[in-house]
């Protein structure tokens, strides 16, 4: 996709002037980590493992944050904040899953205008909570991504998944006519 067609599909997207923004500071209610949390688990779990110059850079790098990490070091980051978040979301599905809690934006969406083309939200979460919420809330969801497990991005088939026993009837117009 290029940038005038995504820009084009924002705008088509976005054209009733609706549009929900969500941060993180929900997820963070919810009890996933937040900075300081994440931060804690960066330095407890960072230090081994690492080879010497992306060791060397996180010696640096901990204390002030303020350089930019060795392509090492930023995988070691990517995959050790994977994991603390994964644990936490795993637990907090599992409670909505098991029906021993119900997420805020479950109780908020039901009170929300929802235009006929649909309710955008925004996110730059990278959970599952919202999707999650909005499910449990009744409402299907739409994350233009297609897939079970990695996703790409597809929005016609993603929108064509909510097609459910879709009946094409036949057109009258050639009845009789050969």
């Known amino acids: 996709m290029d940038l005038h067609e995504l ?29 300081n949390e994440l931060a ?15 060791a060397n850079c996180w010696q640096k790098l901990a204390p002030i944050v303020e350089i930019a990490p060795t392509s090492g ?12 978040m994964a644990r936490r979301e ?21 009170h929300l205008l929802k235009p006929e083309t649909g309710l955008p939200i925004v996110t730059t979460n990278y959970d599952r909570l919202l999707e999650i919420a909005a ?15 990695a ?4 929005e016609s088939e993603s929108r064509l998944s909510f097609c459910r026993e879709v009946i094409s009837k036949e057109d009258k117009s050639n009845i009789g006519h050969g």
Do not use: W, Y
């Not at 820009?7 to 900075?35: T, Y």
């Not at 996703?151 to 597809?154: D, F, K, L, R, S």
């Open 7 to 35: 820009k084009s599909l924002l705008q088509r997207h976005f054209g009733d002037g609706l549009v929900v923004i969500v941060g993180s500071g929900l997820s963070c209610a919810e009890g996933l980590s937040g900075m």
């Open 40 to 54: 804690d688990h960066l330095q407890l779990t960072l230090s081994g493992g690492l080879e010497p110059p992306d």
């Open 73 to 84: 070091l930023e995988a070691a980051i990517v995959a050790r904040t994977a994991e603390i």
């Open 90 to 110: 795993r637990e907090i599905i599992a409670q909505v899953f098991a029906k021993t809690r119900t997420l805020r934006f479950t109780h908020l969406l039901p």
């Open 135 to 149: 499910e449990e809330a009744g409402l299907g969801v739409d994350t233009m991504f297609v897939g079970d497990f």
């Open 151 to 154: 996703g790409t991005i597809n």
